[in-house]
């Protein structure tokens, strides 16, 4: 049923069927250039966070070591981000809904800032786990505000192709950081990478002040102020939970089941990989590394040249088709040896995630309007970070019960499980 501008006005809840409908819209042709330069510009924006991001997680351990603290330490540190993300997804992500796009992505590159400038200067373990808890709390809400200036701007048979490019900008950050990181903890010691890294986002944040312009017209935000201050009281539940984020989330629940469950796959599995490859298959670290890099590789050149593929082909098809190929590293490690045969599963691995993240994320945003565009991509966001959470942790409390081998198989049969859940919730 099709809804206009006025019935918007009064609901902007998702129904089962706009979930799970994937016939595409008819766009416009052609983007005007200020869009597409300002996406553009997100893109390297995206680029430089997650530059800096990945500047920064070859330095931690060190720094802890020279502390006296531990691995503990650091699994703490994790825990904290994650737990901040977990939390925070989907308060931001409806946050942008109400005062705009623009100001949470600049948030976000601001708070970005101030904490790596607080990590820089201090040497005091709690301060290191508070400070990344605030940070996964302000990175929380980049993700969801991207994504829906993304849904704002660009005709849905257009989408998977940008959400592609800003994929691909997040792997290739991540991927130089580390090794920028290194050689700059290496000449000039801990505070530098924590240091530069505040600097590129201080470079992002000015540009993204002057060069990216805001999506959600000023009418709707003021609808949605006025909606919640108007209605306040009637939206809370006896619980105190908005009964509109609930139906939010009941009506996506199976994308969200399978971003949680494709998110906790990889998580669960890894703290068993390094030790398979060295004492079971006689493969060294710099071996294992080639495997991962290879990876995010894959992942990150992928969406460029895949990301059409959601213009051409049924999103049904590419999230089955992703789900399966998702799970070919885990095959590799319980049937495949050989170190090449490793490196192509790797590959494809790599392949199936490029294939889900644009197709599950055009639906999405196909099923949504201005009005909760960023809050729903916010939800998606908490069950991505739950499936983080509960990877290493299920990971731990398993590891003394099950052999690596089993672990695989477990990853691999959630893979089928998912692809499964794809096939039968997701119409043509």
């Known amino acids: 049923m099709h809804r206009t501008p006025a019935d918007h006005e009064t609901t902007t809840e998702p129904t089962a069927e706009m979930l799970v409908s994937t016939a595409p819209a008819t766009p416009p042709v052609t983007l005007s250039k200020r869009i597409t330069t300002a996406l553009a ?14 500047i920064i997680v070859p330095v931690f351990p ?9 691995a503990e330490t650091l699994a703490l540190m994790e825990g904290a981000f994650g737990l901040g993300m977990f939390l925070f997804s989907t ?13 949470v992505v600049l948030i976000s590159l601001v708070g970005f800032i101030v904490t790596n ?3 820089a200067t201090v040497n005091i373990p709690l301060v290191f786990i508070l400070i990344r808890f605030v940070e996964g709390v302000i990175i929380s809400g980049l993700m969801p505000a991207s994504m829906a200036m993304v849904g704002d701007t660009v005709p849905r048979a257009k989408q998977g192709r940008w959400i592609g490019f ?7 950050g991540f991927a130089l950081g580390p090794g920028i990181g290194g050689f700059l903890y290496q000449a000039w010691g801990f505070s530098s990478p924590f240091l530069i890294s505040a600097a590129i986002a201080f ?6 002040l002057v060069m990216l312009p805001e999506t959600l017209s000023e009418h709707v935000r003021e609808q949605v102020r006025l909606r919640r201050g108007n209605k306040r009281q009637d939206e809370k539940g006896s619980n105190g939970a908005s009964p509109r984020v609930s139906a939010m989330l009941w009506a996506f629940m199976p994308l969200l089941i399978v971003d949680c469950g494709i998110t906790f796959i990889y998580p669960f599995v890894l703290p068993q990989y390094p030790f398979f490859f060295a004492k079971v298959l006689g493969y060294s670290a710099a071996q294992f590394g080639v495997i991962v890099s290879v990876y995010g590789l894959a992942l990150a050149a992928s969406p460029v040249l895949l990301g059409r593929l959601s213009e051409v082909f049924p999103k049904k098809l590419l999230i089955v088709l992703g789900s399966l190929l998702y799970s070919a590293l885990n095959v590799g490690m319980l049937f495949l040896h050989q170190y090449a045969l490793l490196i192509g599963a790797a590959m494809v691995t790599g392949i199936g995630n490029a294939l889900l993240i644009p ?3 055009t639906i999405y945003l196909g099923a949504t309007a201005e009005q909760n565009r960023s809050q729903v991509m916010g939800i998606r966001g908490t069950a991505i970070s739950l499936g983080t959470l509960l990877g290493p942790l299920a990971q731990a409390l ?10 695989f198989a477990i990853g691999i049969a959630l893979s089928f499980v998912i692809t499964l859940l794809a096939f039968v919730v997701l119409k043509p």
């Open 41 to 54: 510009f997100l893109c390297g924006c995206m680029a430089l966070l997650m530059t800096g991001f990945g």
């Open 62 to 70: 060190q720094r802890l070591e020279a502390l006296g603290l531990g």
């Open 91 to 103: 308060p931001l992500g409806t946050l942008a809904d109400r005062i705009g796009r623009k100001p």
């Open 117 to 119: 400038l607080v990590l």
């Open 166 to 172: 800003i994929t691909t900008a997040q792997a290739a």
């Open 203 to 208: 470079i992002a944040s000015l540009l993204a």
């Open 359 to 361: 197709a599950l994320s």
């Open 398 to 407: 398993a590891s003394p019960w099950i052999t690596p081998q089993l672990t």
